[in-house]
């Protein structure tokens, strides 16, 4: 008994720190969009684009061209976010919340649908344009920061184990988001430029198997993994996950706090930094758009109507669709102390696609500044819409009197956690 008490005190410790991160960081993450749409549209817009891409730095990628704070931002501090995904992906799937098959099924179901009803959803409305075809997967992300920091602001309205499943799915989802970057937005490879890449990260799964716990051979070895992948003509930020994947984890079930563990550590170390600086700079830095001269033929252009319409309709039909299936058929459990309408609410708040859609955006139509603008606005108006109404979803909805005394006390542990 005593063995399982610390075991759900520390567990629970694990959970209360990271929803606090995230949602600050969401918090700040909506104040710096705020700020980068005020500046855009006001006589400050010349200085602010203009030190953003002026150019600052060495040329470390012919594909690239010089350096520009745009890019160093979204190549190398975006690595670090990345880096972060990935220890947030490996702690989850070895020592935390989907550890087991049981616990990954409703997760990757309702991520996968997330993912792929949105996609449809774009593909519908841009079918008369082929050269918008790339853009499919910017409505297929979900940004955990932005949708954690809409539901700190319901406090106890919103119950633990929507927190918890909004948690597990974005994160499934990152991986996707990953894959999808990896595997889509690579244009032209440099073989030599790869080859080294996969010998870099052979050495750090040697040190890994080999029992080296000292953090400072992984980064030095991330840093130079980050600059092969980037020579390499894949998006260097994938090498930010990679990298994460070889750090070691002590696998601690009854403390996953614990100081021993090389990838709690360097998780702990990273979160401040990611919540609170590296992703309001990236929101700052992307979601500056100028609304001069922007009419509504502009607004519902196919390009921005189909990544609003995926972001705001396609997922919360494929997330909510999916739970409803996967509890009717017997697939997966009903969430602990929510009711079909918080669901709904939360299922919703997916289709906040901010930092990860303005990511992939920028990649699916790499030099054409008119799409990327226009990619910002259906971003911008399909993660606002589903942050309103997914608050307001939740904000009203009853709560579920009709729960079983199972469900009831899952709620109530998932609420101690907070």
């Given amino acids: 008994m005593a063995k399982e008490k610390v075991q759900r005190t520390g567990a629970n410790s694990a959970l209360r720190d990271f929803l606090k991160s995230e949602a600050a960081g969401g918090i700040l993450l909506m104040v710096a969009a705020a700020l980068a749409m005020i500046v855009a549209n ?43 995904v990935g220890l947030e992906i490996k702690r989850e799937f070895v020592d935390g919340r989907l550890n087991t098959w049981e616990r990954r099924r409703l997760p990757v179901l309702a991520a996968a649908a997330g993912m792929i009803v949105p996609a449809i959803f774009y593909l519908v409305i841009v079918r008369d344009v082929p050269a918008l075809y790339n853009g499919w997967a910017i409505p297929a992300a979900t940004d955990i920061a932005f949708a954690i920091g809409v539901l700190a602001l319901l406090g106890p309205r919103a119950p633990a184990s929507l927190k918890l499943f909004l948690v597990t799915v974005a994160i499934v989802d990152d991986m996707g988001a990953v894959a999808i970057i990896a595997l889509v937005y690579t244009a032209e490879i440099n073989g030599a430029a790869l080859l080294a890449s996969a010998v870099i990260l052979a050495i750090m799964y040697t040190m890994n198997r080999n029992g080296v716990l000292k953090l400072w051979p992984y980064l030095i070895l991330s840093v130079i993994l980050w600059y092969a992948v980037l020579m390499s003509g894949v998006h260097a930020t994938i090498a930010g996950v990679l990298a994460a994947l070889t750090i070691p984890i002590i696998v601690t079930p009854s403390s996953p706090d614990a100081k021993g563990s090389p990838l709690h550590r360097m998780e702990h170390a990273i979160a401040p930094w990611s919540a609170f600086f590296i992703v309001p700079i990236f929101g700052f830095a992307n979601a500056g758009v100028s609304l001069e001269g922007i009419g509504w033929d502009q607004v519902f252009a196919p390009l921005p109507l189909g990544i609003a319409a995926g972001l705001f309709f396609g997922k919360q039909i494929g997330i909510f669709a999916s739970v409803w299936i996967a509890v ?40 054409n500044e008119l799409l990327i603008e226009e990619a910002k606005i259906g971003v911008l108006g399909g993660s606002v819409l589903s942050a309103i109404v997914g608050y307001c979803v939740l904000r009203f909805a009853p709560q579920d009197a009709q729960l079983t005394a199972g469900e009831k006390q899952d709620g109530d542990q998932l609420k101690a956690a907070l």
């Fill in 42 to 84: 006001s006589p400050l817009y010349d200085m602010y684009h203009h030190f953003l891409h002026e150019l600052k730095g060495p040329t470390l990628s012919g594909k690239l061209g010089p350096m520009t704070p745009h890019l160093w931002i979204n190549d190398g501090l975006m690595a670090i976010f990345f880096f972060l």
């Fill in 328 to 367: 009717k058929t017997g697939f997966a459990g009903r969430l602990g102390g929510a009711s079909w309408l918080q669901v709904y609410g939360v299922a919703m708040l997916c289709g906040i696609g901010f930092t990860m859609s303005l990511f992939i955006g920028a990649l699916a139509f790499p030099g």
